[in-house]
């Protein structure tokens, strides 16, 4: 199956932008899921191991232990999820950091088999304390994740980072991404969401500044928001209103987890009322 050529997506994202409608993507954890967002009108799928995991019942953050290959899973994904949305494109998430990967021949791989971009998710940029500093010495360092952007980059990729912070962006942006995504850590709510997140206020203010930092390098960088307290519609309304620079949303949780568990458990509901 082809992939979307990486030149017609940024056309189609530019136009939005200038019609100011904003850019929405989604993750996607199986078939349905992707073929839903799609009937929907979402504009971008990405999927990788921590949506199979999640639409599993385990909590996201499953994709960044050592549970299961994420590169192959999402290599696995891809014959579920591509053949139903073959006019949408679909991005692999891509574990920059797996030290048996020749990333060269596994970009080919991704873009062979009809992805139309990468997003680095299992990220480092998940991880603090010492556990991330000695990664960071031992080899498996954020920077991985920056080259295997370059390298997506210069294969025609399109390529839709997640940053943590102001430099994570900078780094990003001069590696040639398309759209930054500014994550906010684990997504709020529902039954195997995040408990402990920051503020939605705070996030505004993380945002801006990944914002200004990454168009001190490239003015025409696009930037969506994830993740953290930016959970529903109103929150990303929220963020959009007081972030001018920010052109999107991407929701993974928010745009199958919680759905999905609160239709589940009313239709239940519902035929646990009936009565005879």
Do not use: W
Not at 137 to 156: C, F, I, N, P, Q
Request: net charge negative; aromatic share 6%.
């Amino acid at each position: 199956m082809p992939s979307i050529p990486r030149a017609e997506i940024l056309k189609k994202f530019r136009k939005m932008i200038a019609d100011k409608h904003p850019i929405i993507g989604g993750g996607a954890g199986t078939g349905l899921s992707a073929k839903c967002e799609a009937a929907g009108g979402i504009d971008l799928i990405v999927i990788y191991n921590s949506g199979r995991y999640r639409m599993a019942g385990r909590g996201s953050l499953a994709g960044v232990l050592a549970y299961g290959n994420a590169n192959q899973i999402v290599m696995d994904m891809a014959r579920e999820v591509l053949p139903v949305v073959p006019h949408t494109p679909v991005l692999a998430g891509v574990c920059g950091t797996d030290p048996f990967v020749d990333f060269d021949v596994f970009l080919d791989d991704v873009k062979r088999v009809g992805f139309s971009g990468i997003q680095n998710f299992p990220t480092v940029g998940l991880i603090d304390g010492n556990f991330r500093r000695n990664l960071e010495e031992t080899g498996m360092s954020y920077a991985l994740e920056v080259d295997v952007v370059a390298r997506a980059h210069k294969k025609d990729l399109l390529t839709t980072p997640y940053v943590f912070d102001a430099e994570q962006a900078r780094d990003m942006t001069r590696a040639g991404a398309d759209v930054l995504v500014a994550h906010m850590g684990l997504t709020s709510g529902g039954a195997i969401g995040a408990g402990t997140t920051m503020t939605l206020e705070d996030s505004i203010t993380l945002i801006n500044e990944i914002s200004e930092a990454a168009r001190s390098i490239r003015p025409d960088i696009m930037l969506l928001c994830h993740g953290g307290p930016i959970a529903m519609p109103d929150d990303a309304q929220k963020v959009l209103d007081h972030c001018p620079d920010c052109h999107g949303f991407y929701g993974a949780s928010s745009m199958e987890r919680l759905p999905v568990e609160v239709a589940l458990t009313e239709q239940t509901r519902r035929f646990k009322a009936m009565k005879r």
